[in-house]
């Protein structure tokens, strides 16, 4: 353990280790995926140890019933595999009665089902016969020995991608998908902007209605909203969509140059272009710039999680000077992230997967002024006087696109003035103001 | 296949992460893919700890399934041996790793580590979180004590206190005050465990007279094994509330060979004069349904019955190994026992027990919020809120203290229920007065009017009220004007009566009085 993997190629120099993981299984995606797609409730199907993840990461926050549920697999249903379907059947029956408000119900596969080979796509189907498709059922895995953390909602994507009804493909083909779940009020924002700079039949996956999908072909081009979606991906290639490549709608620099992407691929003019982002543009200059003191020349150290970490370094290091001492990511797709990749000033440490205690190490040895990481190690960190930010926001708080670039330089500043106000520094606010 | 929207308890193996935790000097290697280290977060956020809990998880992937995932395995435990030197190694297996049949504790046997290694089989799919954690003190003790001999001059009033836990509800206080109660009454308390010990405190478990065991879930196994094993008799009273603090001191003094109290008292001890004075008599009757753990529910139904002359309207636990003891106390009750680990069999038993406080968990907490009925959180499983930063014990004298404010303060409207009565016409207190403390010409509506209870049960379809009964309900007063609404929609409904008029009203009050 503890070597480095050797890598394919000698370029660049990313640290691979084997080791003690300390990040999320993609079960954990559900948390938003169940919030963004109203109708939808997904039903994992797994152990106790799945049921009491969702409910420790997410289930105390959240005060009605929740859409999603686990049927926790027991005893008898390892003893003789013959009648787990059987009883999968029962159980989705009872939660139909329950909630006979269910559009689309997603099977979502975890380790102990994947493990012992339960063929969940051959359950989606025999649901949807039975209940002629009454909700619709489909499936996907968010297994921890697959996916992490945001894997579980690329696998979902893909899932909807390639469930794709035929009879819906009547309608007009979409010209623009735009994947990866975004906040609701970020979608909006978006679909505005798109909207001005003329692009037609513009089509979000997830959409907020399990229904409403346009059919997918040669003509449509897509572009990723979130740098996880390798598997969605593929999907939409193999639906005949082509990528439009370019960086992740982080900050003013990345949404403007995602922007620019799409405006290039359908040949909207520059004067047009400058017409739509000139006021939002500014707008997010002037947000960030209110947090840039509190955040300019520290170092920062990202621990893996959610495999947004290179666009956020990309962010705090170009557009709020921090000096990024560690990117780690759970897994990079080399293809997706290329650009962000590129734009990291040269020394700075990737780390892919990882081994937690030899990471740790790293990290201590040194001394960032902040750590991102996850819930899981940041009150230790703390308790040693380093100060930390919980990854898990960045997933959780709508932080993409020009209106949310002021909140995201807030989530990375507010650690940093809370260091000061519970410490008596001076406020760096205070040097700008005057 | 059992579908679950909430768990009460989480697998076995996060309750031999509970003992690890508790302990100093143990770490865990557990088999487990990578997403099982959401555990971590249990400890260092809802529980707010300074430090990891102290395990390893070998968190393979689906590549490795294809190799050797009991290489993996093998490799995490030395690094762990190496990296954190502990006294002893645990091993074990998440649910999923159990399906590989790696057979962790085999294994670990191989490695030649230079380091006890206390193996267990904690069968996931049978079991759960508190049946683990006894089971993990369990193997420990027996592993560390079962060699040892007792030896022949023991002092009498020696005693061991078992099974606080990490993660336990007010574990942490609990011992302080207990141990504090005791040594005032001249016993040595010498180990307590797991909470604090180490595998070498566990060894010197049989050096004391006799043990003392404050939460049976996690220590009724190893206590009746230590006196199995080593004669060492047990005392397993809870001191929850005061009369059971009573108790436990004098069964505490007998044990110990110390003569029995002539007095009483406490003066630390204010819940007895609390719930006697005038201000408790609207607390007379109250109905409070119970569900928690057993310690907890048992403890709880005792006090709010005998020490505060609330009315139990529902008692249950969902640990089916204490059902027996639960059904036992809910017969002194006149109650059945609710026995389940599905929270949608609680939500309707509240709503068909009509309780006016609930003390539970943090699941209970949610259907109470929902149902606008005061509640307390009095067991596991807590949120972070349940971790308080002020010393607030549920066991002993000072434990009777906290128990009382945290019961009684969700019930304060109903305290200023008897004042208020008085000023009904007042304006400061009538429903469309601002809150006194905001500018007089304020046009805000008064912050608390009640909204009706919603009952999901009662309310399919609405019962219609005419105008005259609207009218009519105005004149309660805002603070149980919800109550009285939802109590007359109950009964409407039950009597199929549409719409309701002042007459219904009226009846339903009746109806309901007590
Ligand atoms: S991603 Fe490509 S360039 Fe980088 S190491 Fe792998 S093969 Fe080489
Ligand atoms: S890692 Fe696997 S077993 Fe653990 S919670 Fe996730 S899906 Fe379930």
Known sequence: MNQPLPTPCNTGSTIRQRGQHEVFCGLTSIIWLHRKIPDAFFLVVGSRTCAHLIQSAAGVMIFSEPRFATAIMDERDLAGMADMHDELDEVVEKLLERRPEIRMLVLVGSCPSEVIKFDLGRAAERLNARYASRPRVLCYSGSGIETTFTQGEDNFLAALVRGLPGDIRSGRPAQLVVAGSLADVVEDQMARLLADLGIEDVVFLPGRSSDVLAPIGPQTRYVLAQPYL???????????????????PLGEEGTTAWLQAIATTFGVSASRFEAVTAAPR?????ATAHYRPWIEGKRIFLFPDSQMEPSLARYLNRELDAEIIEVGSPYL??????????????GVSISEGQDVE????????????????????ANPFEAQGLVTKWSIEFAFTPIQGYEQAGDLAELFARPLMRQGLLSGAASPSRRVAS | MKLTMWTYEGPPHVGAMRIAASMTGVHYVLHAPQGDTYADLLFTMIERRQSRPPVTYTTFQARDLAGSTADVFKTACRDAVDRFQPEALLVGASCTAELLQDDPGGLAKTLDVDVPVVALELPSYQKKEAWGAAETFYRLVRHFAGGVSRPSEIAPNSCNILGPTALGFRNRDDVVEIRRLLEEHGLDVRVVAPLGASPADLARLPDAAFNIVLYPEIADVTARWLKKTHGMPFLSTV????????AFLAEARAMAGLPAMVDASNEQERSTWYAKSVDSNYLTNKRVFIFGDATHAIAAARIASRELGFKVCGLGTYMREFARDV????????????ITDDHLDVEQAIIAARPELVLGTQMERH????????????????????FPARYSPQMGFEGANVIFDAWVHPLMMGLEEHLLQMFRDDFEFNDGAAASHLHETGTAKAPVDAAPI???????????WTVEAEKELKKIPFFVRGKARRNTELFAAGKGIQPITVETLYDAKAHFAR
């Not at chain 1, 500014?282 to 002037?286: D, G, L, P």
């Not at chain 1, 797709?333 to 000033?345: F, I, K």
């Not at chain 2, 001191?239 to 009573?246: E, K």
């Open chain 1, 282 to 286: 500014r707008r997010a200059r002037e």
């Open chain 1, 358 to 377: 030899v990471q740790i190490d790293r990290c201590r040895a040194a001394r960032p002024d902040l750590i991102v990481c996850g819930m899981g190690l």
């Open chain 2, 454 to 464: 919603i009952m999901p049960d009662a309310v399919d379809q609405p019962v219609g």
């Open chain 2, 327 to 338: 059904r036992e106390a809910a017969e002194q009750y006149g109650i059945e026992a609710l």
């Open chain 1, 230 to 248: 390798g598997a969605t991906a593929a999907a939409l290639e193999s639906a005949g969509a082509r990528r439009i490549d370019g960086i992740f």
């Open chain 1, 333 to 346: 797709h080399r293809e997706h992230v290329a650009g962000e990749l590129a734009m990291l000033p040269p």
């Open chain 2, 367 to 386: 259907i109470a919020k929902r149902m606008r009925v005061p509640c307390a959180v009095i067991s596991a499983p807590v949120h972070v809120q349940d």
């Open chain 2, 239 to 246: 001191p929850i509330g005061v009369q059971a603090t009573r």
